[in-house]
Nanobody, 124 residues
Framework: QVQLVESGGGLVQAGGSLTLSCATA????????MGWFRQAPGKEREFVAD?????????HYADSVRGRFTITRDNAKKTVSLRMIDLKPEDTAVYFC????????????????WGQGTQVNVSS
């Protein structure tokens, strides 16, 4: 059984920084990629960033976070982090990590596993 557990959320002032972490359990060595998504109050969940486990060429960011957020992975520990700097009030949301098993599922936007989320609040 796959489990994803996010941590690191909290309250920060605008311009501040946070690092979110996602611990995983049960993922196989063939798992394709990890991603971060977020959902603000009253809005739909949106993509933030993703990274493949076994290639350095698959790395994406949403336009709204590019240059401020950095996604990294630790293959040995099977963890993924999201370093967020220069945070803005519009970054306030629940942040979720997700995992996808195959490239085909990834291309279809069908993420297989989700964590419970961690709340990030950015005050102005």
């Amino acid at each position: 059984q796959v489990q994803l557990v996010e941590s690191g959320g909290g309250l920060v002032q605008a311009g501040g920084s946070l690092t979110l972490s996602c611990a995983t359990a049960g993922l196989t060595s063939f798992s394709y990629a990890m991603g971060w998504f977020r959902q603000a109050p009253g809005k739909e969940r949106e993509f933030v960033a993703d990274i493949a486990w076994n290639t350095d060429n698959m790395l994406h960011y949403a336009d709204s976070v590019r240059g401020r957020f950095t996604i990294t992975r630790d293959n040995a520990k099977k963890t993924v982090s999201l370093r967020m700097i220069d945070l803005k009030p519009e970054d306030t949301a629940v942040y979720f990590c997700a995992a996808v098993d195959t490239y085909s599922d990834y291309r279809a936007g069908e993420w297989d596993y989700w964590g419970q989320g961690t709340q990030v609040n950015v005050s102005s």
